[in-house]
């Protein structure tokens, strides 16, 4: 594992915290076989990512007492589980770029696509099963289980988002949101890899949840300056289609502000785009929402609304760290409530 200093930049501990991952991930991809299947599972892997998920488990596995390469494969799990999401994520929004690159859906079709994204998920649990020799039957049975755990909540969340766009639900609130967003974002993004690291120490068992709260606001600090990059964001630093929501209709928590303190006339014009199809959808109604939202301060409230969260991760983290909050690790977590919401991509 590389040496972790406390004084590092956060993009440099990330980095280093990607790159111990993804190379004992690449490293076990099996080569060959049909065409168009594991070439294609390492893409994403390969393509610049931030390596947050992976970079919480390895941190919150050292900052709890881990030591050594125990947490690595299970950092690779993690990754390996989230970019299956990304895949499939394209494809049910129809996204068009994913890290300055097309999507393999843009790229290759939805049938490749989606073939790629089941391997990957099952790669993902042959790594789980490799567990056992590294850490031992019980806790790679409990691994299992917050594995699944993740995944349930991963798709209810993802069920909810893809019904408010089917059904052309206009009438949410804050709160509707941050429900979605604790299922969809925050336990795949923050809790499952901060939950598995701590589990996969030697003293994991008693107090796997003690990351928890700093999790759940720590990613939904996340998906609200995701959200604000997706208008506002600059490409070559974003990686994916600027507007990209706004094209697929999600309900952002900047979208739900609009529509609650909009004119009439522009809540009529904007629940009509919104029950568009996004193929009928036009450049010039896309704008027309975005310049919207923009006029209405509906994403400096959205980013201060990130600011608070990530105010309240740090907050909770310093409380589940206590003295680990001066390690190395347990510094470079409470330094990420920051980089969430002052990042760019």
Known sequence: MPSIGVDQPVDELLAAYRARTMDALLAELPTGGPRYLYDLVAEYPRRSGKGLRAALCLAAYRAFGGGGEGAVNVAATVELFHNAFLIHDDI?????????????????????????????????????????????????WRLVDETRLMLRHSLEGQAIEIGWIRDNVCDLTADDYYRMCLKKTSWYTCIYPCRTGILATSDG??????????????????????DVLNLVGDFADYGKEISGDLWEGKRTLILIDFLSRCTPAERERAVAFLGTPRAERTVGEVRWVQRRLLAYDSVEAARGCAQQLADAARAEGEAALGARAESEDGAFLLALTRYVVDRRR
Do not use: C, H, K
């Not at 859906?105 to 998920?121: D, H, Q, R």
């Not at 068992?205 to 995701?226: N, S, T």
């Open 205 to 226: 068992a008693p107090g796997v949840d003690r990351l928890d709260r700093y999790g759940w606001y720590l990613g939904a600090a996340f998906q609200i300056q995701d």
């Open 92 to 140: 049910q929004d129809g996204s068009e770029s994913r890290r300055g690159a097309p999507t393999l859906s843009a790229e290759y079709g939805v049938g490749v696509a989606l073939n790629v994204g089941n391997m990957t998920n099952l790669l993902a649990l042959d790594r789980l099963l490799a567990n056992r020799d590294a850490l031992g039957s019980g806790t790679a």
